[in-house]
């Protein structure tokens, strides 16, 4: 997930579709991608949370990126699942569909333009232009680990309202 | 350095390092059983291969200082001197300094370690307190009683050398002044192997040559050999037999839609070496507590001699098994938990008199398994916790509120508060007070848990229970709504199938199950998980009855599927320290499945009794 490079030197990225929206990770937190599986459902979880699945022996979590960010969640033959090394854990991404790998100068990357709304957009690292498209350049740490905290405070409460 | 001195030099590194820790081992039970000699002749044995192997390869520093060490040593063996515990402590210094001086070779070769200082205490030691006549570095003294057998190895290894290597480290050696010691390393480095296969041959009982020099170069013996291996590769290796596990039992599943008898045979015998593997590979992480139970031996010595306490440690079930990260990581805090038995827990001899106590404090440090936990216990039998003097130490600190009132249980909990120590001066034995609240941190985070108990002027008990996380367990597998589930089979007590009558619904309380006269609350496992099923009569459904809590409850599932031995997955991103689930596993079908804790679901379901057993559980802190 480092962004450190040098100058002229491109990243390659990971690019892939929720619904009709275009997003980008760095490549090289990608481990895999693979079919959606069977997936065991959590109690207690929100609903973009699918649940655990197993990966070759390994459980891991598996949310739907579609659901996280209030986009319609439609499975079809193209639906797919990156796994990404999310620090000691892996961590299932479910996908509308995966495009292509996109090598990207930094000159590319322009910066996120500015919104002004309450919403933390602080997991949209950069827009990268392909083709006619925008994509947006995902810091799936930051889009996550908001998330956990999230997941951190519900559980507490819970445990403060039982 | 050429990369064959380079190879000698870290050959013997590995081998120093080995010979250290058993060191360490006998000195401490030389100052339980003074009088042993075979103790003695081992301690003398290690120095002395120790010495020899250092110069031959030319790690002069070493070799000075065990030349000094062995000095004194030799004066123990010959019984020309005492062995008194300041002798003990100064053997153990000398370990100590030894292992450090091992581990900067380790990093640099040509690092030189400055031992003057211990060297002139061996030497104060030697002169002090024993009527030496001799010079404790006259050489001359070299040549040990044990000579006699060295010799003969010598000898009979020394045509080897000469075959085997060039004369060129030989010539090196006995430049370097006494003789048979450097052969013998010689023997050592350059005939690793070589000697490796005679040890293997003569491993069985060697009565002619009782004290054969070599034998102490490999302490475990032949017969332990062990190889490191990363965890990660074992991680991986864990992950595919558990995949090989699924698969076999497909195949077995289909094996029946075969024509040839020749397959379904051999699919019967895969699967029994597949069980094979999976029970060895299961197996491997387990580690024994042993040997970070040993090493509290030394704790214990240091503090209460710094202390001037007598202290006997107790050691049982040191065979108990740990997966071996949570033994790694649970080594500290066992430490700070011993060190502060012996120097908070304990009183000072003069006070255990006065109180009629006996003099000599005991530390209990032991491990066993309790239900889905293993314990580790750690227990003195000291003043025990004061709950005044720790809330008065606590407002005066500003952990609590002046005029905050705490029961006593709850004043207890006060030592793991952070910033917190009852000790007025600061000791450098037990720090500053930072350990406790680390402690209780650390064991938190391998989602154990620590209880105290303690009792006034009887002594203070600090209970660390550890989940079986990483481990394997036998699980039940059980199915409710859509889900199936896997519930610890150490949690069941048993499982009944209700009868109409036997469910009663109680205002306030939900619903009871009468079991057998008894009446004990009944929930539904869908609606404690929060699911949305149409609920099922209980007539068809499975009560669990689970007894090794608070109080007794049943959970009502839809059907029990069947037994499993399963290894529990740490859940990750979003779904860690969930309140009631334990983890993941793997079924038998490949499909993921969360492993549920029972107790805590219950506790999570009646919000009366969450209160109370969380605030038991987490205490105060």
């Known amino acids: 997930m480092e962004q450190k490079k040098s100058k002229g030197q491109s990243q390659r990225y990971l690019n892939f579709s929720l619904g009709s929206e275009e997003y980008a990770i760095p490549l090289n937190a990608v481990k895999e991608v693979i079919a959606l599986p069977e997936v065991t459902s959590v109690p207690y979880t929100p609903p973009h949370f699918l649940g655990i699945m197993n990966l070759r022996g390994q459980v891991i979590s598996v949310i739907d990126l579609r659901l996280k960010f209030g986009i319609k969640a439609e499975t079809t033959a193209e639906t797919a699942v990156i796994i990404c090394e999310m620090g000691q854990h892996s961590l299932g991404m479910v ?45 799936i740490v930051k889009a996550l680990s908001a998330e956990e905290q999230a997941a951190i405070s519900r559980a507490t409460g819970v445990k403060k309202a039982a | 350095m050429d990369d064959f001195e380079k190879e000698l030099k870290s050959g013997y590194l590995e081998e120093a390092s080995q010979l250290l820790a058993d060191a360490e081992q006998c000195f401490l039970s030389l100052e339980k059983a003074s ?116 010799e003969e190895a010598v000898t009979e290894e020394v045509a080897q050398v000469e075959e085997i290597q060039a004369s060129e480290q030989e010539e090196e050696v006995i430049e370097t002044e006494v003789s048979f010691d450097q052969l013998t390393s010689v023997v050592e480095n350059s005939l690793r192997e070589e000697k ?30 062990s190889i490191r291996v990363s965890l990660k590769r074992l991680e991986r290796l864990m992950n595919n037999v558990g995949e090989l596990v699924i698969l076999q039992a497909v195949l077995n599943q289909q094996k029946h839609s075969v024509q040839s008898m020749l397959m379904q045979k051999t699919i019967d015998q895969l699967a029994k070496i597949t069980k094979d593997i999976q029970d060895i590979s299961m197996s491997l992480r387990m580690v024994p507590v042993k040997q970070t139970f040993q090493k509290m031996q030394r704790i214990v010595r240091d503090t209460s001699k710094a202390l001037s306490k007598e202290v006997v440690l107790d050691i049982s079930g040191e065979d108990t098994e740990l997966d071996k990260i949570v033994l790694e990581q649970i080594g500290d805090p066992l430490v700070h938990l011993v060190r502060n038995a012996v120097d908070h827990g304990l009183e000072s001899t003069e006070e255990r008199v006065a109180r009629g106590k006996s003099s000599q404090g005991t530390v209990w440090l032991s491990a066993f398994h309790q239900g889905s936990h293993i314990v580790i216990e750690v227990r003195d039998d000291g003043h025990g916790l004061d709950a005044q003097k720790l809330i008065a130490k606590a407002r005066e600190k500003g952990v609590i509120k002046p005029n905050q009132e705490l029961t006593d249980e709850q004043a207890y909990h006060l030592v793991f508060a952070p910033g917190f120590s009852t000790k007025t001066e600061i000791t450098d034995i037990s720090g500053r007070g930072v350990g406790m609240d680390v402690v209780k941190n650390n064991i938190q985070q391998l989602q154990g848990e620590i209880q105290l108990e303690t009792e006034k002027g009887k002594g203070t008990c600090f209970r660390i229970l550890l989940p079986l996380t990483l481990s394997i367990i036998d699980g039940m597998v059980i199915r409710a709504g859509e889900e199936r ?137």
Not at chain 1, 98 to 125: F, G, W
Not at chain 2, 196 to 221: D, F, I, N, Y
Not at chain 2, 506 to 533: A, C, Q
């Open chain 2, 196 to 225: 490796h296969r005679l040890e293997l041959v003569s491993s069985g009982p060697a009565p002619v040559q009782p004290a054969q020099p070599q034998k102490t170069a490999t302490p475990t013996g032949p017969v332990d050999e």
């Open chain 2, 485 to 621: 589930y896997v519930v610890p089979i150490s949690q069941v007590h048993e499982s009944v199938q209700p009868e109409g009558q036997d469910v009663h619904f109680v205002t306030g309380l939900g619903e009871v199950l009468s079991l057998r006269g008894e009446n004990i609350p009944l929930f539904r496992l869908t609606s404690v998980l929060g699911r949305k099923t149409v609920p099922r009569p209980v007539t068809e459904s499975i009560a669990i009855v689970i007894r090794n809590g608070k109080s007794p409850f049943s959970i009502l599932v839809d059907d029990i599927i069947g037994h499993q031995q399963v290894v529990i997955k740490r859940l990750g991103h979003g779904v860690q320290n969930m309140k009631g689930i334990s983890g993941g596993a793997i079924l038998g079908d490949g499909r993921a499945a969360l492993i549920l804790d029972f107790n805590e679901l219950a506790s999570r379901a009646t919000p009366a009794t969450s209160a109370i057993t969380s605030a038991v559980m987490k205490g105060a802190a």
């Open chain 2, 35 to 150: 009088e042993d000699a075979s103790i003695v002749e081992k301690i003398f044995r290690l120095a002395h291969n120790l010495k020899g192997s250092a110069r031959a390869v030319g790690f002069m520093d070493i070799g000075e200082f065990t030349h000094q060490l062995e000095s004194l040593l030799l004066k123990i063996k010959n019984k020309e001197m005492q062995i008194q515990s300041s002798t003990v402590s100064l053997l153990l210094e000398c370990n100590d300094h030894l292992r450090m001086m091992v581990d900067t070779l380790r990093t640099d070769m040509d690092a030189r370690v400055d031992s003057q200082a211990l060297m002139a205490e061996i030497g104060r030691h030697l002169n002090g307190e024993v009527q030496s006549e001799e010079a404790p570095e006259s050489l001359e003294l070299v040549p040990p009683p044990a000579s006699a057998f060295e």
């Open chain 1, 95 to 139: 996908v509308s569909s995966v495009n292509s790998v996109l090598a990207l100068e930094e000159s590319e990357i322009s910066p996120k333009p500015e919104i002004h709304s309450h919403r933390n957009t602080d997991y949209i690292q950069g827009v990268a232009k392909k083709d006619k498209h925008l994509v947006l350049l995902l810091d």
